[in-house]
């Protein structure tokens, strides 16, 4: 959520101060010395706080049933962790069961029609309503929109 922060970055942040926590809690000379950040980006993340609704956002999280899971808990999907760049974050809605291990993927475009989006709905649901597990690697922001829900 902080403009510069990508997967890269993050893990590289992660690596060097061993937990989101202590990341925000950084000055900004201490994130500088962490590869890849520049004064941007270390300048962005040491004011966080100016820029995120922390808050706002955990309640989205949970006004849409959702809870979040990072890669060091225990309900993390297995093969998940075993990718090249598995996601730092993942919303899930519901919980997490062994038959999710297997599951469908629907991923889109950057610039989605309006068609695009309605198809990826419907088949979605449709395959949820059958108990296939459906993942998605839509991020949460658009969810925001009370039109995706």
Not at 38 to 51: H, L, P, Q
Not at 85 to 98: C, E, F, I, R, W
Not at 113 to 125: C, D, M, N, Q, V
Request: with cysteine.
């Amino acid at each position: 959520m902080i403009e510069g922060v990508g997967p890269i970055r993050a893990r590289s942040l992660m690596e060097h101060f061993g937990d989101a926590p202590k990341i925000l809690a950084a000055s900004k000379s201490e994130l500088m010395r962490v590869r890849n950040i520049g004064d941007e980006v270390a300048a962005a993340i040491a004011n966080w706080e100016k820029t995120i609704d922390l808050a706002g956002e955990l309640r989205r999280i949970s006004d849409y049933g959702c809870h979040v899971l990072i890669s060091t808990d225990e309900d993390y999907p297995p093969l998940l962790r075993e990718i090249y760049d598995p996601p730092l974050v993942l919303y899930v809605k519901g919980t997490l069961t062994a038959k999710d291990r297997n599951g469908v993927a629907l991923v889109g475009s950057r610039q989605t029609t309006h068609y695009g989006i309605e198809t990826a709905r419907k088949l979605s649901y449709q395959l949820a309503y059958i108990g296939v597990t459906v993942v998605s690697g839509r991020t949460f922001a658009p969810l925001r929109s009370a039109r995706y829900r």
